[in-house]
């Protein structure tokens, strides 16, 4: 599966911003998909996921309560809604897929198929 992530930019602390990750190849309806993001120098850190029957849904103590997950099956998308945004939430966030994964696998190694990332600015 391919996977195109958008929907990056600058924005104000407190403000949010929407992104989206669309898929195409593989049937997406069976994907766990989740985000991760990734700051210079650092690891990728797991923020949020979503399974395939959008049951179920993890999210990183950092962005709980603030980011929301979900994803529309009919159009192959999955989206991560951020609000409340901090600096520190600034970083490339990249989306990623795992057939039948669980919304519990926080590890990047995991994950089969990635998308290229996109770029999320937060000034104080």
């Known amino acids: 599966v391919q996977l195109q992530a958008s929907g990056g930019g600058l924005v104000q602390a407190g403000g949010s911003l929407r992104l989206s990750c669309t898929a195409s190849?593989?049937?997406?309806?069976?994907?766990?998909m989740t985000w991760f993001r990734q700051t210079p120098g650092k690891e990728r850190e797991f923020v949020a996921a979503?399974?395939?029957?959008?049951?179920?849904?993890n999210f990183a103590d950092s962005v709980k309560d603030r980011f929301t997950i979900f994803r529309d099956n009919a159009k192959n998308t999955v989206y991560l809604q951020m609000n409340s945004l901090k600096p520190e939430d600034t970083a490339v966030y990249y989306c990623?897929?795992?057939?039948?994964?669980?919304?519990?696998?926080?590890?990047?190694?995991?994950?089969?198929?990635w998308g290229q990332g996109t770029l999320v600015t937060v000034s104080s």
């Open positions: 990623a897929a795992k057939d039948y994964g669980s919304v519990y696998y926080t590890t990047s190694i995991t994950y089969e198929y």
């Open positions: 979503i399974s395939w029957s959008s049951s179920n849904t």
């Open positions: 190849g593989r049937t997406f309806s069976t994907y766990t």
